[in-house]
């Protein structure tokens, strides 16, 4: 594969989950509300194309809860979606900065 071929398919694979994340009604990154397979919602730091505490499955990302204190997928949670209260309850549960 020629060199050019490669860096535009590398650049293209990391604009992917962004732009699905903009498409979907997700904010694009920064600090977000994720919520666990146990139901569980906190604040991570979430990079599209970057995982720095997490391993990555395409759109889905595991990660140790905060609440729970166990392993987990997280996926992102529209804040439009929530109340006040698990709104204010999430932003207080953040995960730390390192895994």
Same mark, same amino acid.
């Given at each position: ?25 997700? %904010? ?47 996926? %992102? ?23």
């Amino acid at each position: 594969m020629p060199r050019r071929r490669r860096w535009l398919f590398v650049f293209g694979g990391l604009l992917i989950e962004p732009i699905a994340m903009k498409l979907r009604g997700y %904010p694009v990154g920064g600090r977000l509300i994720v919520r666990c397979r146990q139901g569980h919602l906190f604040t991570t730091l979430w990079v599209p194309g970057v995982s720095l505490k997490s391993l990555r499955f395409l759109w889905w990302r595991l990660q140790r809860c905060p609440v729970g204190r166990h392993w987990t997928i997280v996926t %992102p949670v529209r804040e439009s979606e929530l109340s006040a209260v698990q709104r204010r309850l999430a932003r207080r549960q953040r995960d730390g900065w390192l895994p």
